[in-house]
Nanobody, 118 residues
């Protein structure tokens, strides 16, 4: 079955960096675009960034452009999110997501908590 497992979250000071990982299994990872989302307390889940299967195309929300970088290693079935210059407003649970078009199903990981605080 499809599984997405995020890791790498934690407590970081403002201005600091973290790298999140999402290990995927149960589908042909390299064939599908992947996305990172986040959900802050009391707010709706929002799209941060997405990447095509070959990494040829990436897209970012305006509020992370220039600070976050999405990447993937298809040999390791792993999606990454490098987060730099973190701000308190980046505090949220971060999720990876895949939409499998053949099955018309969307899968989410359980998320990893990022807290940016002094």
């Amino acid at each position: 079955q499809v599984q997405l497992v995020e890791s790498g979250g934690g407590l970081v000071l403002p201005g600091g960096s973290l790298r999140l990982s999402c290990v995927a299994s149960g589908f042909t990872f390299s064939s599908y675009p992947m996305s990172w989302y986040r959900q802050a307390p009391g707010k709706e889940r929002e799209l941060i960034a997405s990447i095509s299967g070959t990494s040829s195309n990436t897209n970012y929300a305006d509020f992370v452009k220039g600070r976050f970088t999405i990447s993937r290693d298809n040999a390791k079935n792993t999606l990454y999110l490098q987060m730099n210059s973190l701000k308190p407003e980046d505090t949220a649970v971060y999720y990876c997501k895949v939409y499998l078009a053949v099955a018309r199903m969307t899968y989410w990981g359980k998320g990893t908590l990022v807290t940016v605080s002094s």
